[in-house]
């Protein structure tokens, strides 16, 4: 069974070339263009990793982790912040909001599926 991953990101250029490098990794990908669809689409895949955007209009990364967080159903699923360059130096903001880990983008395309792995061997120990 292929490792199912969901991406949260307002930007289709983004979504496309997130996707195209998970689903060349083996991953099993869904993908989201907002939060409240993010949120929506979590609770009915249950997928076991989520690449969430910050800035997103209507719902953003934040308020979308914060839920899904909050929520027994979804609290286990791992969360990586997607941000802009200029927010880098919030990472304490976002691990504090319940991200489980963060990227900011430009994305390193090399350094994105390295974390989703890390966060796939996290879950099966247990962590
Ligand atoms: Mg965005």
Known sequence: MP????????????????????TFHGYEIAVASDG??????????LP???????????MDGMAACRILKGD??????KIIALTSFAMRGDQETFLAAGFDGYLSKPIDTRELPLIVKGLLEQEMNGA
Request: proline share 4%; aromatic share 2%.
């Open 3 to 22: 490792h199912r991953i969901l991406i949260v990101e307002d930007n289709e250029n983004n979504r496309i070339l997130f996707r195209d490098i998970l």
């Open 36 to 45: 409240m669809e993010g949120v929506a689409l979590a609770r009915e895949l």
């Open 48 to 58: 076991e990793v989520i690449l969430m955007d910050i800035q997103m209009p209507d």
């Open 72 to 77: 027994p159903l979804t609290s286990g699923v």
